[in-house]
């Protein structure tokens, strides 16, 4: 008879809050490459022939990097769950996201594209903390 090794690992309320801490800093970071990626767009159609129909497809692929980028640096000291840490972080990446994006529309809408950016950032969060967490520390 095999016995099982599995060790069940809690999350201490102090690591919640580092946890929380990191989701924040992870997203700050995220932010801030989302600035550049959008700053260097906006020069390339500016400047060159790039066409305004393309700004869809940027504002996707910079949602996916940045959410997982914040997903990454949420769970990368996680000792378990770095899916559900990386998801949070993308989650959080995308409600700060619509609520400045409502500020600047005036308007707050559940949309299919709402919808569709929830999807991506929470996925690619979920990505990034399953990765984030199997890095050597």
Avoid: C, H
Avoid at 77 to 104: D, E
Wanted: without cysteine; proline residues 1%.
């Amino acid at each position: 008879m095999s016995k099982n090794n599995y060790k069940a690992v809690q999350t201490t309320k102090n690591e919640k809050e580092w946890r929380l801490f990191e989701i924040l800093k992870g997203n700050v970071i995220a932010y801030m490459i989302t600035a550049i990626i959008f700053i260097a767009a906006a020069l390339l159609l500016t400047y060159t022939g790039l066409p305004e129909t393309s700004i869809s497809l940027i504002a996707i692929l910079t949602t996916i990097i940045s959410a997982f980028i914040a997903g990454y640096d949420a769970a990368k000291g996680a000792k378990a769950r770095g899916w559900f840490w990386g998801m949070s972080s993308g989650m959080v990446y995308a409600i700060l996201l619509i609520l400045i994006g409502s500020l600047v529309g005036k308007s707050l809408a559940l949309t299919s594209r709402t919808i569709t950016l929830l999807i991506i950032a929470i996925g690619s969060g979920a990505l990034g903390g399953m990765i984030g967490i199997n890095v050597k520390k």
